[in-house]
């Protein structure tokens, strides 16, 4: 079965410019999240979405940021225009959600590196 | 506010020895505590995790203790192999009927060298 899959795995843009990044959840998996590991800190919670549905986008750092999942499969999060400090590792993760629970394991994606300069 | 908090940053172990890294949370709400672990280009993977009505969870070499009333809980890695260098996460969750269900909040992580 294949994992959570990201692309790209790195981009590096100017300042103002727009990028998108993709995650390819695990087939099946309703649940599916985004996380920003910014320079050795601590990986912080971004947005989850259940199935194509925005449950929760408290993380999301302000209005730059822009996440679909289209028809409850893929999702995008797209960054515009883009900040230096938006620099970062973008991890997506997906779960299955049989039970409701807070213990739904949690499979991350490989990430995509972002340098904006 | 960083709501989980791990140390060591770094840890350098000899082969054979015993790894612990340790993490302190805040919120109460918390109830299920992973610990994550990630090698160089991968993405973090669920090593062990622990609920608080348990003090310790074993599985091989990896061990969870947690005390709910000090608020901490720590991995041990016992017998370090070099292949268990990588960067560990501890993490906290909460069940939340709504809105912020389930979001993983993240310790900042610690890079474990074991020397050969």
């Known amino acids: 079965e294949a994992g959570v899959t990201q692309f790209p795995s790195h981009s590096v843009i100017e300042k103002g410019q727009t990028v998108t990044l993709r995650c390819d959840p695990i087939?099946?998996?309703?649940?599916l999240y985004w996380y920003r590991r910014v320079m050795g800190k601590e990986i912080k919670f971004l947005l989850h979405?259940?199935?194509?549905?925005?449950?929760?986008e408290s993380g999301m750092p302000n209005n730059r940021f822009l996440a679909e999942r289209t028809g409850g499969t893929y999702s995008t999060l797209k960054v515009q225009p883009a900040e230096l400090e938006d620099s970062g590792v973008y991890f997506c993760?997906?779960?299955?959600?049989?039970?409701?629970?807070?213990?739904?394991?949690?499979?991350f994606g490989p990430g995509t590196r972002l340098t904006v300069l | 506010q960083q709501q989980v908090k791990q140390s060591p940053q770094s840890l350098i172990v000899q082969k054979g020895g015993i790894s612990i890294i340790n993490c302190a949370y805040e919120?109460?709400?918390?109830?299920?505590f992973p610990w994550y672990q990630q090698f160089p280009g991968k993405g973090p993977a669920l090593l062990i995790a622990?609920?608080?009505?348990?003090s310790e969870k074993k599985e091989g070499r990896f061990t969870i203790s947690f005390n709910k009333s000090a608020k901490q809980f720590s991995l041990h890695i016992m017998d370090s192999q070099p292949g268990d260098s990588a960067t560990y996460f501890c993490?906290?969750?909460?069940?939340?009927?709504?809105?912020?269900?389930?979001?993983?909040?993240f310790g900042s992580g610690t890079q474990l060298t074991v020397l050969p």
């Open positions: 993490a906290a969750c909460a069940h939340i009927s709504s809105g912020s269900a389930r979001q993983l909040t």
């Open positions: 919120n109460t709400a918390f109830d299920y």
């Open positions: 622990i609920r608080p009505d348990v």
């Open positions: 993760a997906s779960s299955q959600d049989f039970t409701g629970t807070s213990t739904d394991t949690q499979y």
């Open positions: 979405f259940v199935k194509e549905s925005k449950q929760d």
């Open positions: 087939s099946g998996h309703d649940n």
